[in-house]
């Protein structure tokens, strides 16, 4: 008889005893009925052990891994020259008095300087007839715009190809090359989903340029965010080594495929800490094959700027828990949010039936949705939470983003209240407040259409200053309620603190800057 059936065959006898007798009943392995069971109880644990070797799984995987190198020529600026303008005026070389423009040409004169610069990167084969996937910050322009002029692709057998670039994505920080090549060893893609924190993985690049490297460790962590927003920002975190030039290169699973992208470190030094971070495999491969298509990443947008639920403050002060939605700071006028009725300090719990967490975050949720979609959004507004149905949007690009974010303060159809500026500040919340006038909001470098209350000064024993408001920040809005005088201000803290509430939450805007949310403790403890 088996160890298995052994045990069962005890168990029953344990039951039956126990009925016998009158007792409660026993188990020998998860002992009292209904009673917890240690985590790392023997009964529970599975045995497994650490591979006695990658060796075998690295020799079938190493040669689809490439190195990838780059060349581009970059202006130069040249220190002024402090004799240029007394040449200038004394016909100097190179002058028009001088009859010497030749010359200064010759001399470099009237011609942008240029440097060569380059990078050093990793990528992978995923096609016989090779097609590579890297980062796209390998081969970005490095002055934040364009492509590099030249990408060279080294295998580990030292042959060379020259690279074309197909397709760039800088949302998702991924690239797909291609080089003119045939029976290329190349790697299949796994499945990212199925990964566990403590699963082991391998990533294989070409770390400093030194040439093909193999780490090894385990999977620290999923779904962790690095920037606190964004549909991207959700990376597999390893303790392998992984150090400048591994970016681009892959993360295998024990099975030998390809789970994520090596793309960057979270380090004070540079070098590795033990803090690697991996595209996952289910958020690249969807952009890579839109890539290779010739097709342009399809993916959802809402039109909102957000902020994570993650201040005990602000969710006091909306009575929410914290980590349980996201608040909107932000709407893009004409938008799908704009469209559904959304508004500036709603709070989004739920995207297309699904909870939003700091894991599943709006963003992750609505780029993952189809485009022309409808989907429900939960929301939760001055403590009332309803559904609004909305037409899921294309993303714009990021230069677009770029413009909607730049595009100055919302205009949320505040007026002024016409009421003089206050003679002397009024104080509240540790803050010195004073109605905004057109001088105090060129002051503070404030849009001319900005409305609310401009904070003069700040208490530095107070709350507020350890939440880091400061002098020219403005007060658009208090608990959802826009503010343009410092009696406002106050009337809303006093029936705060009548209604029980432990904090108050403020809508700030800081010179040119997106508006923010910020939760003020006003208990005075």
């Not at 039956?16 to 644990?45: D, I, Y």
């Not at 200064?104 to 990793?122: F, H, I, K, N, V």
């Not at 992984?242 to 970016?247: D, E, F, K, Q, Y």
């Not at 004409?334 to 500036?344: E, H, L, S, V």
Request: hydrophobic share 35%; glycine share 14%.
């Amino acid at each position: 008889m088996s160890s298995k059936e052994t045990g069962k065959v005890r168990y029953a006898y344990g039951v039956a005893m126990a009925l016998l007798l009158g007792g409660t009943a026993f188990s020998l392995t998860t002992g009292r009925a209904g009673a917890q069971v240690a985590q790392n109880s023997p009964s529970v644990m599975a045995p497994r052990g650490a591979p006695q070797s990658f060796a075998d799984l690295v020799a079938k995987l190493q040669p689809a891994v490439v190195n990838i190198s780059t060349k581009q020529r970059i202006p130069v600026k040249t220190q002024q020259d402090p004799f240029e303008e007394f040449f200038k005026r004394f016909g100097g070389p190179g002058t028009p008095d001088s009859g010497g423009g030749d010359q200064g040409q010759q001399q470099g004169q009237g011609q942008p300087r240029t440097r060569e610069a380059g990078s050093l990167g990793s990528g992978f084969l995923i096609s016989p007839d090779g097609y590579i996937v890297t980062n796209n910050h390998l081969i970005q322009g490095l002055t934040g715009t364009g492509t590099v002029d030249t990408v060279t692709v080294t295998l580990t057998d030292r042959h060379e190809y020259q690279a074309r670039i197909i397709g760039r994505d800088e949302t998702s920080d991924l690239a797909l090359l291609k080089i003119d090549g045939r029976n290329l060893p190349y790697v299949n893609w796994g499945d990212s989903t199925k990964a566990r924190v403590g699963d082991w993985i391998i990533a294989i690049g070409d770390p400093y340029g030194v040439g093909s490297t193999v780490t090894a460790g385990i999977i620290s962590a999923l779904h962790r965010g690095i920037t606190g927003s964004g549909a991207y920002d959700r990376y597999i975190q390893t303790d392998a080594a992984i150090n400048m030039g591994n970016s681009g290169g892959p993360m295998f699973d024990l099975d030998g495929n390809v789970i994520g992208i090596n793309s960057a470190l979270i380090s004070p030094t540079g070098a590795s800490v033990g803090i690697g971070l991996a595209i996952p495999a289910e958020l690249a491969k969807p952009v890579i094959d839109s890539l290779r298509r010739g097709q342009r990443p399809s993916r959802g947008y809402l039109g909102v700027g957000l902020q994570p639920l993650d201040d005990d403050q602000i969710a006091s002060a909306l009575g929410l828990t914290k980590g349980g939605g996201e608040l909107v700071r932000s709407v893009v006028p004409g938008g799908a949010a704009a469209r559904a009725g959304i508004q500036q300090g709603d709070v989004i719990v739920r995207v297309n039936n699904q909870q939003v967490t700091p894991d599943q975050t709006v963003s992750y949720l609505v780029a993952n949705s189809p485009v022309g979609q409808r989907i429900p959004i939960e929301v939760v507004r001055n403590g009332k939470r309803f559904t609004v149905n909305t037409v899921v949007d294309q993303r714009p690009t990021e230069d677009q983003l770029a413009k909607i974010v730049g595009g100055g303060a919302n205009d949320n159809g505040a007026t002024t209240g016409g009421g003089p500026a206050t003679a002397a500040p009024q104080k509240a919340l540790g803050l010195s407040l004073a109605t905004l006038t057109p001088e105090l909001a060129r002051a503070a470098n404030l849009p001319a259409t900005a409305h609310g209350v401009i904070i003069t000064g700040v208490d530095a024993n107070s709350d507020a200053s350890d939440e880091g408001l400061q002098r020219g920040d403005l007060i658009i809005s208090i608990n959802n309620q826009l503010v343009t005088s410092p009696a406002q201000v106050i009337n809303i803290v006093d029936a705060a603190r009548k209604a029980g509430r432990n904090s108050v939450l403020l809508l700030v805007k800081r010179g040119n800057s997106p508006e923010a949310f910020v939760g003020i403790d006003i208990s005075g403890k």
